[in-house]
């Protein structure tokens, strides 16, 4: 069985963007809800982040696959805003 890990990176502007949302010294409880790995998104999908009643869009703009060695992977998800709201 493999190990996957998770992890997201953001381009600048997602981290401005959620940097806005969920300040990092505002509430050290604060985290992001993804959906499980069986679940995980593809590129151009859409996840809606950040605490209730103020989430936002954030495309899947890149997906990628780093081998560990051995059965451990980790997929990354690189995470940008809509070309809108730029």
Known sequence: M???QLDIEWTEA???KIEKLMPRNANKDAFLALPPIEC???EGDV???G?????QPFIVAE???????EA???I???LDVPQATH
């Open 40 to 42: 995980l998104p593809m």
């Open 76 to 78: 990354i998800l690189i």
């Open 63 to 69: 997906r990628q696959y780093h081998h560990d060695g």
């Open 2 to 4: 493999s190990n996957i």
């Open 47 to 49: 996840l809606f982040l």
């Open 14 to 16: 997602a981290s401005r």
């Open 72 to 74: 451990d992977w980790t």
């Open 51 to 55: 605490p209730d009643g103020k989430q």
